[in-house]
């Protein structure tokens, strides 16, 4: 067993912030002030609220929507009506609407010309969006789309990369009742349609092209299919970043943006549809993911004021695109009162260092990105302590997979040694985290801080018993208010139910394998569907990589577990070589020697392969499972959704490898 399965009960934090940080962290005095208000516990910290958070549900959320002064301009008639999930019933009776409190400080006089959006392109110059400013434009654009007959709940999409003009479309959409949906401009025709040919939108924003890795990427051929193959569009907005005019039938974006109309904010039910969301969807369509305006507005609220210590005066940065959840989240910074970092381009334009430069030149106080670029930056001997003036950052976040113990330390040595380092892990069918950043807790390498507040996160055996200190499947045991809604075109439920609730009926099985440790922490060891498991020795992938991409000669690996028809299990371990490597003996040797001595010898790869890349999803997972099943002799159309991929002949390497053994 790994020795993050088994973890000393008593570690020593690689971090903890000290008593004037914990007394100034908003989530200290929600705590004191939900102890006065509505008799959470005054003493024992962290974890006394978090008891509390869970074993008095209705009124934590009752009390969080106090504390960010909700506005229901229909009062609700019970918090929790319905605890059964799926189809918890959230502040029933009540209504309300999210871009209007995600516009709320431009209220403020004193606050309206501050920045709410600072927009960073490839030129590293940022660029600045007054709240007064983004106010008039969502006022502008939400009345021309209700002059476009736009109604509450009719679909809006935009194919658009991470600028100010997506999050003013974002939040027009929200304003009329609309339902918001996106796709990044780097996926490709068929990978949109996929996704919008499902919610049928009337609107589609889009641009002519994006600037990424020093290029302009023309997308006026994709633009011009899409607007062929989404018949129910009644207008296309044509946003021109490559400035070219706008084509027939299109709308002008300034045209739209013109006005100075003060927005109508439609108030509709607390579970009104406020986005889709959309899986990574590896077979078969994308399950589209439904959030509702109220259930994403408490939750972020929550997650961003409280988990991520965000208010006004912070700068909160974290690298995503429209494609990806991390975007929506990013957009919720706004509820705070939070200056949001919108960067658009490469992350390792000019160099893999870039990232830091622009928390640099944006004074970042939370800067967000992925585990795979930190360590990225680790291997390309980046120094950003060093190069980089990181004074005002006070954390850094990683999602996206979990951050390697070599990358708690990394960001511990070559940042700052009073760094706040949260590793968090949620999911784009919460649009939230399970776990993650507390900002009045410890760190301990390779672990994230705790679960989070109103989630009742537990480890799971087989048999559905709890345990600590052991392995389990991540299960999430009351609802959260951010959980989906529905899926779109599910009407029995059927898919929704299928996703989640079929191990453990009635309770939410994420499909992660997760340690919950005695101190309190978690660690994630990747997803349980791809677990790796040797002589009733379970591991998670994620242990395997951060073991073999230590090493300097890999850039990038795939494990696959398969149980043969024999009885026999079969662990083959492809690897991507960094630049110059060779796979010879001696690295094959190296690289089990590494796995045995570092991590288990129950789970040294039975073959080390030669591969030439790793696939990943459209959102920069690695595709385990449909390698699986190609390995196991799928056919290809059966084992993967191809526009969900991004390099499909990395595929037909691993469907080739199958025919060969077969």
């Given at each position: 067993m790994t020795s993050a399965a088994n973890p000393d009960p008593q570690p020593t934090p690689l971090w903890q912030p000290d008593a004037a940080r914990i007394a100034a962290a908003r989530i200290t005095r929600f705590q004191a002030w939900a102890a006065e208000r509505y008799g959470a516990p005054a003493d024992g910290g962290y974890a006394a609220l978090h008891r509390w958070s869970v074993d008095e549900l209705d009124l934590f959320w009752q009390a969080v929507a106090d504390w960010f002064d909700i506005r229901f301009s229909t009062p609700y008639e019970a918090v929790l009506a319905d605890r059964t999930m799926p189809g918890a019933q959230w502040f029933t009776g009540s209504t309300l609407n999210y871009a209007e409190h995600a516009?709320?400080?431009?209220?403020?006089?004193?606050?309206?010309?501050?920045?709410?959006?600072?927009?960073?392109?490839?030129?590293h110059e940022p660029v600045a969006t007054s709240w007064a400013e983004l106010r008039r434009q969502v006022g502008s654009l939400?009345?021309?789309?209700?002059?476009?007959?736009?109604r509450p709940g009719d679909r809006v999409s935009g194919y658009l990369p991470n600028v100010p003009q997506a999050v003013v479309a974002l939040l027009a959409s929200a304003a009329v009742g609309a339902v918001w949906t996106s796709c990044a401009p780097d996926f490709g025709a068929r990978s949109v349609l996929d996704r919008f040919q499902q919610v049928e939108?009337?609107?589609?924003?889009?641009?002519?092209?994006?600037?990424?890795?020093?290029?302009?990427?023309?997308?006026?051929?994709?633009?011009?299919?899409?607007?062929?193959?989404?018949?129910?569009?009644?207008?296309?907005?044509?946003?021109?970043l490559l400035g070219t005019p706008a084509p027939e039938g299109s709308l002008d974006w300034a045209a739209l943006t013109a006005g100075d109309t003060e927005p109508v904010f439609e108030q509709v039910p607390f579970d009104h549809p406020l986005w889709v969301l959309y899986s990574s969807g590896t077979t078969g369509l994308p399950k589209a993911i439904v959030q509702s305006q109220g259930g994403i507005l408490l939750e972020h609220f929550k997650q961003l004021g409280l988990h991520c210590d965000l208010g006004p005066g912070d700068r909160f940065f974290w690298y995503t695109s429209t494609g990806w959840m991390m975007w929506n989240f990013l957009v919720s910074g706004l509820l705070t009162g939070t200056t949001v970092v919108l960067y658009d381009g490469s992350p390792g334009f000019p160099d893999t260092g870039a990232q830091w430069g622009?928390?640099?030149?944006?004074?970042?106080?939370?800067?967000?990105?992925?585990?795979?670029?930190?360590?990225?930056?680790?291997?390309?001997?980046?120094?950003?302590?060093?190069?980089?003036?990181?004074?005002?950052?006070?954390?850094?976040?990683?999602?996206?997979?979990?951050?390697?113990?070599?990358?708690?330390?990394?960001?511990?040595?070559?940042?700052?040694?009073?760094?706040?380092?949260?590793?968090?892990?949620?999911?784009?069918?919460v649009c939230s985290c399970f776990a993650g950043a507390v900002p009045t807790l410890p760190v301990h390498i390779g672990e994230l801080q705790a679960p989070c507040l109103g989630t009742d996160l537990q480890a799971w055996d087989a048999q559905g018993r709890p345990v600590v200190g052991e392995v389990?499947?991540?299960?999430?045991?009351?609802?959260?208010?951010?959980?989906?809604?529905?899926?779109?075109?599910?009407p029995d439920g059927s898919r929704y139910r299928d996703s989640y609730f079929d191990m453990f009926p009635g309770a939410w099985r994420h499909g992660d394998w997760i340690t919950l440790t005695g101190h309190g922490s978690v660690i994630i060891h990747g997803r349980s569907d791809s677990t790796l498991n040797r002589q009733g020795v379970r591991m998670g992938s994620a242990d395997i990589y951060e073991v073999v991409e230590r090493l300097p000669e890999i850039r990038e690996s795939l494990v696959i577990g398969l149980e043969e028809?024999?009885?026999?299990?079969?662990?083959?371990?492809?690897?991507?070589?960094?630049?110059?490597?060779?796979?010879?003996?001696?690295?094959?040797t190296k690289i089990k020697q590494a796995i045995r001595e570092q991590l288990s010898p129950r789970h040294v790869?039975?073959?080390?392969?030669?591969?030439?890349?790793?696939?990943?999803?459209?959102?920069?997972?690695?595709?385990?499972?449909?390698?699986?099943?190609?390995?196991?002799?799928?056919?290809l159309d059966r084992a993967v959704n191809p526009g969900s991929v991004d390099n499909l002949d990395l595929l037909r390497f691993y469907e080739d490898i199958a025919r060969k053994r077969g």
């Open positions: 516009l709320r400080t431009a209220e403020d006089p004193a606050r309206a010309g501050d920045p709410a959006l600072l927009h960073v392109d490839e030129s939400a009345a021309e789309l209700r002059a476009l007959g736009v939108p009337v609107v589609l924003f889009t641009v002519d092209g994006y600037r990424y890795g020093g290029k302009e990427h023309d997308r006026t051929d994709v633009v011009a299919e899409l607007r062929r193959e989404l018949p129910t569009l009644r207008a296309v907005v044509h946003i021109p622009v928390a640099e030149r944006t004074g970042a106080t939370l800067f967000g990105t992925s585990a795979a670029y930190v360590m990225a930056c680790r291997k390309a001997d980046v120094h950003p302590g060093r190069d980089f003036d990181l004074s005002r950052v006070k954390g850094v976040a990683t999602t996206g997979s979990p951050l390697p113990p070599d990358g708690f330390r990394w960001l511990h040595d070559e940042v700052r040694e009073d760094l706040w380092i949260a590793s968090v892990s949620g999911g784009t069918d389990g499947e991540l299960v999430v045991t009351n609802p959260m208010p951010s959980m989906p809604i529905r899926f779109w075109n599910d028809p024999d009885g026999g299990y079969w662990m083959p371990l492809f690897v991507h070589l960094a630049e110059g490597a060779v796979l010879d003996d001696a690295l094959r790869p039975d073959e080390i392969i030669e591969a030439p890349g790793v696939p990943h999803t459209l959102t920069g997972k690695r595709i385990e499972v449909p390698v699986k099943r190609l390995l196991q002799g799928a056919a």
